[in-house]
């Protein structure tokens, strides 16, 4: 399973720098080279962990954002974030890099650096207590599904897309595009909805849910949402 994280973290590296670079017009990209480093090497830690720790998480994690048995507006929500996402780190790039319509402060851009390994934090955190923390949102009666509401879970529903928040902010800021936390907004309103229409079906399907949500009154951000 470590072989296979490994050709499919290469694969997935080698696909976002020609994503990045060829819109940047150029190899020469320092930012460009910390993002995927940063995503590199956290991202392959935490799967390694993941491998020895949860393998079946895992082998979820790895199955992708996409399944034949997926539930249709999550087919299309999933759809249209690819979408947003590609065309947000296209347009950092165009916009840091290849026509400097932006200017980022350099502390702003470490600033970015560090949301994104926070973001990066709460998925491990996320990862560590559910181990049903799959990338489509399904019950997983085959793997014992039950509620989860320790660690993340006792301060928020949706623990993984508050880290995803810090990774899409700090994402645009650690690559030096204004334009690309434009785009930001977009993405959060999308995990939104969908951290809506998943809660759903948990309750529908999943015993202990409704109890849950009525103890846990925050979704993303403790006091706020």
Known sequence: MVAQLTIKTAVWLAGMALLLFISAGTWRW???????????????????????????????????IFARSQRGWDRILMSIFVVLWIGSLVLSALDAVRFHWSQVPIWLQAAGAVLVALGYYVFYLTFRENSY?????????????????????????????????????????????????????????????????????????????????????????????
């Open 30 to 64: 320092p930012e460009g080279w910390v993002y995927l480093a940063e995503l590199g090497v956290i991202g392959t830690a935490v799967g390694v962990w993941l491998a020895h720790y949860d393998p079946g998480l895992l082998a979820e994690r790895m199955s992708g």
């Open 133 to 225: 923390a799959a990338p489509t949102v399904k019950i997983q009666s085959e793997r014992g599904h039950r509620v989860v509401s320790t660690g993340p879970y006792a301060m928020v529903r949706h623990p993984m897309y508050a880290g995803a928040v810090a990774f899409f902010v700090g994402t645009p800021l650690l690559l030096g595009s204004w334009w690309g936390l434009a785009v930001a907004p977009a993405l959060i309103v999308l995990l939104g909805v969908r951290a809506l229409l998943e809660e759903r079906t948990l309750a529908d399907e999943l015993p202990g849910y409704r109890d849950y949500a009525a103890r846990v009154h925050y979704r993303l951000v403790p006091g706020i949402w």
